[in-house]
């Protein structure tokens, strides 16, 4: 009797609904001018950054008076030329503005040992991080507009709406509808306006 009682249930369980595929969104974010416009300034900067990175990692190094740091220096600038190939190249730059955001917190955490101990640097220390902070701000700012920016509409929604009018059928089978229309004779309206009505009725 349970088991019979139970496929009951699961019969009347309502079945999930689901969009139409060409009715769902695509998961590229439709940003506002300014915010897509820092987001490639962000990828050119990380193109550039990466290319001083990896060139001068060394003079990088013994400018903070860690040169211990040099391989790890170069290796950041690698990332910064895959960040930016992909903030420049994505459709959605979201995700790599967000890698941004990671890799700025890795660039901080590597340097901040240099204000430690004897360094004779550790002044261009606190500038690097100033500027890293700095950075790391306007990278936060872009990747939560990119966030919150609306889920662009899939192609097919938007070609359906350019065909479509608003209105139920085409205009021209609409034109006269309604000439011969004419209201119900106990219609009742305000007291000043009773006379009109009975007059027109």
Not at 27 to 45: E, I, M, V, Y
Not at 97 to 107: F, K, Q
């Amino acid at each position: 009797m349970s088991d019979a009682m139970s496929q009951g249930d699961r019969a009347r369980a309502p079945v999930p609904y689901s969009l139409p595929s060409y009715l769902t969104s695509d998961p590229r974010r439709r940003p506002d001018p300014a915010t897509k416009q820092l987001a490639h300034g962000l990828g050119w900067f990380s193109v550039g950054l990466g290319l001083t990175e990896v060139a001068f990692g060394s003079a990088i190094a013994r400018w903070l008076g860690m040169p211990r740091a040099a391989p790890v220096i170069q290796a950041y600038g690698v990332r910064e030329l895959i960040q930016g190939a992909g903030i420049l190249g994505s459709r959605d730059p979201t995700p790599w503005i967000s890698a941004r955001v990671a890799g700025d917190a890795l660039d901080i955490a590597t340097i901040l040992p240099g204000l430690e101990g004897n360094n004779p640097r550790k002044d261009n220390v606190q500038i690097a991080l100033m500027a890293l902070a700095g950075v790391t701000a306007i990278d936060v700012i872009c990747a939560r507009n990119l966030s919150e920016a609306p889920l662009t509409p899939s192609q097919k929604v938007r070609q359906d709406y350019r065909r479509r009018s608003g209105f139920r059928r085409p205009v021209k089978a609409m034109r006269g509808a309604a000439r011969d229309f004419k209201p119900p004779p106990d219609i009742t309206g305000p007291e000043a306006m009773r006379p009109w009505t009975l007059a027109n009725a």
